[in-house]
């Protein structure tokens, strides 16, 4: 069992938690929220902590970056969530970053902890 919390980030949901525009560059707005995980982390995390940013539609195709892993979701972001969390389920501890009602419920009944999208954005 790994003591690394990780840490996905569902990037649809965050990024679209705060109306600065997003709309006109969706990739662009992934990689400015990865490259923000890359610098900062996440806040109030001490501990190592491994971050996944999954990234769905328009946003596919984001590169991974030291520090942040990114995941293109070949469908639903929520499913690819869902299924990274069940893959180590019990294994080791999770934390899923997304406002999202019915995929907070689908991860918390694998055992993840959630936490909203204010949790990574400044």
């Known amino acids: 069992m790994s003591d ?3 840490v996905v980030v569902d990037a649809a949901n965050v990024v ?4 600065d525009g997003w709309w006109r560059d969706r990739r662009g707005a992934a990689e400015r929220l990865r490259d923000r995980l890359a610098a900062d982390g996440v806040p109030g995390q001490d ?7 999954v990234v769905e539609g328009a946003a596919r195709g984001v590169s991974s970056v ?3 892993r990114v995941e293109s979701a070949a469908g639903s972001g929520d499913d690819h969530m869902v299924e ?3 893959g180590v389920a019990g294994e080791r501890p999770v934390l899923v970053v997304t406002a999202d009602r019915e995929l907070r419920r689908r991860v918390g009944e694998l055992g ?6 204010r949790t990574v954005r400044s």
Request: aromatic content about 0%; charged content about 10%; proline content about 15%.
């Open 4 to 6: 690394v919390l990780l």
């Open 16 to 19: 679209g938690s705060v109306p």
């Open 47 to 53: 501990g190592p902590v491994e971050i996944v940013l």
């Open 66 to 68: 030291p520090g942040v």
């Open 84 to 86: 990274l969390v069940a």
């Open 112 to 117: 993840a902890e959630v936490a909203g999208p």
